[in-house]
């Protein structure tokens, strides 16, 4: 990965994460965050990738609200980021990193507790 394409990537992760905090009012957004941004080499598209906590129906609905407002946060970008000549195109993805990683540690502490019972 390149200088440029990880600069990209970090700024907008910054930027996304504020117009979520700030300018986006759906509350099926409210408990979304960014967890990462992978943008393509060519900075034309730009994977990002968002942490909900809640249900799966919760998380699901607030994927769906962010893909909706694609076009919405696309141009918050354009006004906020004027230095760059274009702006990737978005696509919204649920990371379930921290759901993985929660059961991983559910699992290891069963596992723990199992061989405490056993001795």
Do not use: N, W
Request: hydrophobic fraction near 35%.
């Amino acid at each position: 990965m390149s200088r440029r394409t990880q600069q990209v990537e970090d700024l907008l992760r910054t930027e996304i994460s504020q117009i979520l905090l700030r300018r986006i009012h759906d509350p099926r957004v409210r408990l979304a965050s960014v967890s990462a941004v992978d943008v393509s080499p060519d900075l034309k598209r730009a994977v990002v990738q968002v942490s909900v906590i809640g249900t799966d129906e919760e998380r699901e609905a607030s994927i769906e609200a962010l893909r909706h407002a694609q076009g919405f946060v696309r141009s918050c970008l354009a006004k906020d980021l004027k230095r760059m000549r274009s702006i990737p195109e978005l696509i919204f993805q649920l990371d379930r990193g921290p759901e993985y990683s929660q059961k991983i540690s559910d699992l290891l502490e069963k596992l723990h507790d199992d061989e405490h019972e056993s001795t």
